[in-house]
């Protein structure tokens, strides 16, 4: 067994960056090796020398992802995985279409079935099934060659393309295939198609998760103008995965890159305009489905002091007190909170922190606070707006205090004792609304801030930190205990 393993296992170069603990290259073919193996040197019945294989192949690190967990043989060649089946009927016949429309047909109905597969319920190993046996290279060439009139069949290739474009072995393969250049070509081509731009815009989001190279690669191609010239043209389509799009570009989510480049992307976007296009999308015409991805994106430009108070400066601010206003009404939970982190990411500027407090943004908060009162994640993203909107502001933490925030505070600890998050997000604001507000400390500690904090540190771990800090700042000694 042991040599077998050191014969068959491979750590392939291009992997080596990834991490620490390496994943271990194996075939198809020597996985089938050594289930045979087993059975012929090792006496062992079909299933336990299958069960056996895999996992001594996985104490030993292997990746199988994509291999077919089969015993070799006659039922092996009888049962064929559905996916390769659909794989590899798609491959011949797009060798040998013709161009008719009974040939477009019909790989448009393999690249929907095989899709489809990808999408089930066992998606995830059919798309490391289809990575392994070449189907990110085939889509890529059938989009490759395909007319920018065949809208239809490149939708459909587009949208598989996406769901099997999961983790770094895929997308380095969908790079390596020339795979953004040819999506770049696709979605330049002018077409009127929303379900063309939907699923080439999903490729762009799923091609640059989690690798640096592919982001750089779509940013050469000048993705953010492109961006900008389709949410300017196509402003009443709702593409919802562009905004998908623009917040993965602009995510520095790749563990192999020490120091990402996304920082300087996101100032490109703005400096075009992005910024400002948002915005207008955000006020009139994203639909309510595509909202909390249009917040997404936006949060993700807004990386500076410089472009947050540019955001605030075209109303971005005002459009989102008016979105967190109608979510409350509407008690549309994912827009509030949506809205709430990305106002929280402009708090972060003081001119902005000004501005949302004359605006009431306060009692607006307040208000959602309240009508939200069971549902901890939105009374902690309201705390959340209120740690920042205090942050270095004796004066914001009075105002704070005086509408009622000191008594959210006390209300959340007691309301949801289980929710650590809950608990850690009302330490950091009663810190805030007391480091330098006195007489804040002595209304607290007499609505029972202080014994609410000590449990909270000591059933979270994670509230520790900020269940000291906040011990601290009201004043008491033994804020270590």
Do not use: W
């Not at 709430?340 to 959602?368: E, P, T, V, Y």
């Amino acid at each position: 067994m042991q040599a077998f393993l050191a014969t068959h296992l491979t750590t392939p170069s291009s992997h080596r960056r990834q991490s620490k603990e390496m994943a271990i290259a194996i075939s198809q073919e020597a996985f089938d090796a050594m289930v045979q193996e087993n059975m012929e040197d090792l006496g062992m019945d079909a299933d336990e020398a299958l069960a056996d294989a895999v996992e001594a192949l996985t104490l030993q690190g292997a990746d199988l992802s994509g291999i077919i967990k089969r015993v070799p043989g006659e039922a092996a060649a009888a049962e064929v995985s559905p996916v390769v089946r659909v794989l590899d009927e798609l491959k011949a016949s797009h060798s040998a279409c013709g161009g008719s429309g009974q040939d477009l047909n019909g790989l448009v109905s393999l690249i929907d079935e095989l899709c489809g597969l990808c999408c089930s319920g066992e998606g995830s190993e059919n798309a490391a099934i289809v990575v392994r046996n070449g189907g990110v290279e085939a889509l890529v060439a059938l989009c490759g060659s395909a007319g920018v009139a065949q809208d239809r069949l490149l939708a459909s290739a587009l949208k598989a393309l996406s769901s099997v474009l999961r983790d770094v072995g895929s997308t380095e393969k969908f790079r390596q295939s020339e795979g953004p250049k040819i999506v770049m070509d696709i979605l330049k081509g002018g077409s009127e198609s929303s379900d063309l731009l939907d699923a080439g815009f999903s490729v762009v989001a799923a091609g640059s998760a989690g690798n640096e190279v592919v982001k750089e690669s779509f940013m050469d191609l000048k993705v953010d103008e492109l961006i900008l010239h389709v949410m300017r043209e196509k402003s009443k389509t709702n593409v919802q995965s562009l905004y998908d799009a623009i917040r993965v570009l602009l995510t520095p989510d790749d563990n192999r890159v020490v120091a990402s480049q996304v920082y300087g992307y996101s100032r490109r976007f703005a400096e075009i305009g992005i910024g400002e296009v948002l915005v207008s999308a955000l006020r009139e015409q994203v639909a309510p489905s595509s909202l909390p991805s249009a917040c997404a994106a936006l949060k993700s430009i807004a990386v500076n002091d410089e472009i947050c108070r540019s955001i605030s400066e075209i109303g971005g601010i005002d459009v989102l007190l008016q979105c967190i206003d109608e979510a409350g009404e509407q008690k549309n939970k994912i827009i509030a909170k949506s809205c709430c982190s990305l106002l929280s990411k402009l708090a972060a500027s003081d001119a902005n922190k000004s501005a949302i407090i004359q605006r009431g943004g306060f009692d607006r908060f307040l208000k959602l606070a309240s009508r939200f009162s069971e549902d901890p994640s939105i009374v902690q993203e309201v705390m959340s707006m209120v740690t920042v909107l205090t942050l270095r502001s004796p004066e914001n933490a009075e105002r704070a205090m005086g509408v009622g925030y000191g008594t959210l505070a006390i209300q959340a600890m007691q309301r949801f004792p289980s929710s650590g998050q809950t608990q850690k997000q009302a330490c950091l604001m009663i810190r805030n609304l007391v480091v330098r507000n006195p007489k804040n400390r002595i209304i607290l500690l007499n609505d029972g801030a202080e014994k609410l904090i000590r449990k909270a540190k000591v059933m979270h771990g994670s509230c520790k930190d900020a269940a000291s800090s906040a011990l601290r700042d009201l004043g008491l000694d033994n804020y270590n205990a």
